[in-house]
Nanobody, 123 residues
Framework: VQLQASGGGLVQAGGSLRLSCAAPKRTLSNNGVGWFRQVPGQEREFVATISWNGALTNYAESVKGRFTISRDRAKNTVSLQMNSLKPEDTAVYYC?????????????????WGQGTQVTVSS
């Protein structure tokens, strides 16, 4: 399953971006979906995850209160609304499909990955 992440770009600190993750129809409808991010030379880190039906969400402490993950089951998409962006949010953002109905915070919970979208926040 190939996931398609989009919506990245360049934004000033304090601004907003909305990332989108699209999956082929009838795939991942029963799976959790997560967002991770990676800065060159650093480990990929967990950002947020949402359960198969959207009822459960979990966020990294660093983004709580600023980022919101949601999913549209009809369109088979998952979005990450990012507000109050900070320069330290600069990274390549990846969406990933979980092995189960609820994804965890570890990369090992996920077995389908998108190609990544660059988010750059200027100070």
């Amino acid at each position: 399953v190939q996931l398609q992440a989009s919506g990245g770009g360049l934004v000033q600190a304090g601004g907003s971006l909305r990332l989108s993750c699209a999956a082929p129809k009838r795939t991942l409808s029963n799976n959790g979906v997560g967002w991770f991010r990676q800065v060159p030379g650093q480990e990929r880190e967990f950002v947020a995850t949402i359960s198969w039906n959207g009822a459960l969400t979990n966020y990294a402490e660093s983004v709580k209160g600023r980022f919101t993950i949601s999913r549209d089951r009809a369109k088979n998409t998952v979005s990450l609304q990012m507000n109050s962006l900070k320069p330290e949010d600069t990274a390549v953002y990846y969406c990933a499909g979980a092995r189960a109905a609820v994804g965890g915070t570890s990369q090992s919970s996920y077995n389908y990955w998108g190609q990544g979208t660059q988010v750059t926040v200027s100070s």
